[in-house]
């Protein structure tokens, strides 16, 4: 009896005691813990693959893979940073730090983000519209993209992934699919003429302006041939046996991956030559243009510019490279996903690039994308996880430690010689236009608006006409279609009627959703399907609409259809509606279109039950 006492008193002089020892409460904090716990695994894909790595297993791949994207970082982060008009050691920072931030957020386990060719040619056209003297006519490659510039582009890069985030948290990242694969051919076609045309000058060791106004490619071009004379052999010499050594480093990459074996990374081989060979006749090329010195170490924080002015000036421009890097991210993760069997998330993806662009932009870094030269080789090599970026990183920090002193002597034309050379694959693209031109009229001209404008106009302007041509032919293609009369052909089989005369009843089916801009279509193709075109006289009895391809309607097309329905009743043709889908019948429901113009039992979830139910009605078969 005391007991139980003693237990009653300490229960009222502690009562959270009592509560947090309830079963049910314990339950609920284990049921919230789980939960907020699976949303900490989606938000930060990391904790679902880390915790289960198989060390014995994929250290060994992960390790080669991770030395192998390090080499291709090198080459590529320098040669696109100086496409970028930055200080070239500016591309390889984007190599080191964007993919550790990126291995967090990330969910493709293959593709190597860094520097991208299109991304860095927009970056060059911004740095150009703020300075447009890019270096200078000393030897050595010396920019002056001075800090002012250096923050406006740090601020472009924080804004391209505040855009990134923005439309993960939006749900807006469908966005990007109107970029669609015709577009994007057409768009990597155009920036591959315009970078393999800047890199001319460098590889025959002209000094040529690069205007940052329209038809630059023109003006490029006349100094180019004005100036032929001015070549310098030297380095045209190095240029050439860059891009045959790289010729041959493809083929024989190849042969090795059809026999599956390792590739053998080509371009870094090809610098130390390009290194070896400066330092050996530096009496002979003393006048060939270097990249000049190197920061050694990792990059210093490069603060934004974070001016309202700036603000408003920039943010189409990082609009658009949040879009591009996006897109070209996703598709090159989508390509490796379908090969290992896995899937990717693309608001992960969008959150990833958004704080690798963020906090990549604090530390000299433009913005990053997804690379398909370096994924690829990641994949060949054997690369299992995201933890190939920590190895590509460390390594490519021991060599901005240890080696950047070398990058010195390195020669200009080399690195745009490894830079047109890698853009092979998109000259490539110009193989698809008399498929579109023959079998896709809409997609050749979207094709060809893109790549045109994306060569005469920039990249930026490009970009965006064939945003808005793709949404033009959208447009066309809802505002053009047809529409068939069909026949049972044999029970259950309905084919197209070459002459719907014949019949009395007729099955009559659009090919595209009903919107505001074909619903008149809809209508006149109904009640000429139905009705003479001299007098109006019926030539049908009953006309059976076939929802199968009318996949939503607008306000537009709930009307014409009304207004159709109407007239079709005032001539006493039956109407019946079949195969509709429930978004369509929710809509025909709150629009009145049941129920007030077709009973219940003139509505058939197939179009055999339609055909079946005229037929008991008239006791005749189509």
Known sequence: MSTATNDAEISQQIPELSISNSPVQTQEKLSAFVKYFFALKTFLPILQWLPS??????????????????ALHIPQGLAYGMLANLPPINGIYCGLIAPLIYMVFGTSHHVSVGTFGPISLMVGETVLSINSKAFNSSAEMEYICDNDCLSVIALVTVLSGFFQILL??????????????????????????????LQLGNMVGLKLNRPSEPFFI??????????????????????????IFLIIGKLVNGQLHSRKKLPVPFEP???????????????????VRVVGEVPSGFPAFSPPCFQLNCLFKYSTTALLLALVSFSMTVSIGKLFANIEGYKIIPSNELVALGFSNIIGGLFSCYTVSASPSRSAVQHAVGGKTQLVAVFSSIFLLCSLFFL????????????????????????????????????????????TVTSLTTVLLGVDIGLICGIFTSLITLALRFSFTNADVLFESAPGVYTVCQDSTLSKVRIFRFNQPMLFTNADIFASKLLDCCLTSKNGRSLASTVIIDFTRILFLDKSGTSKLAYAITLLKKEQVEVILCQYSSDVLETLKNDGILVKLIPEDKCFSSLQDAVLSVSKCENSVL
């Open 168 to 197: 993960s948290v939006s749900r807006l990242g469908f966005i990007a699919n109107y970029l669609s694969k015709t577009l994007v051919s057409g768009f990597l076609f155009g920036v591959s003429i315009c970078v393999g045309t």
């Open 53 to 70: 790595y198989n060390l014995k297993q994929f250290i060994t791949s992960d390790l080669l893979s991770g030395i192998s994207v390090c």
């Open 404 to 447: 950047s002193f070398l990058f010195e002597k390195l020669p200009i034309a080399q690195l745009s010689a490894i830079i047109a050379f890698a853009l092979h694959s998109y000259y490539l693209q110009i193989l698809e236009v008399p498929s579109l031109f023959k079998y896709h009229k809409l997609d050749f001209v979207i094709w």
């Open 218 to 243: 023109i003006f490029i071009w006349y100094d180019l041939i004005r100036f032929i004379q001015d070549v310098d052999l030297v380095t045209a010499l190095i240029s050439a046996l860059t891009i």
């Open 269 to 287: 081989i090809a610098l130390v030559f390009g290194i070896v060979f400066m330092y050996a006749t530096t009496n002979f090329t003393s006048h």
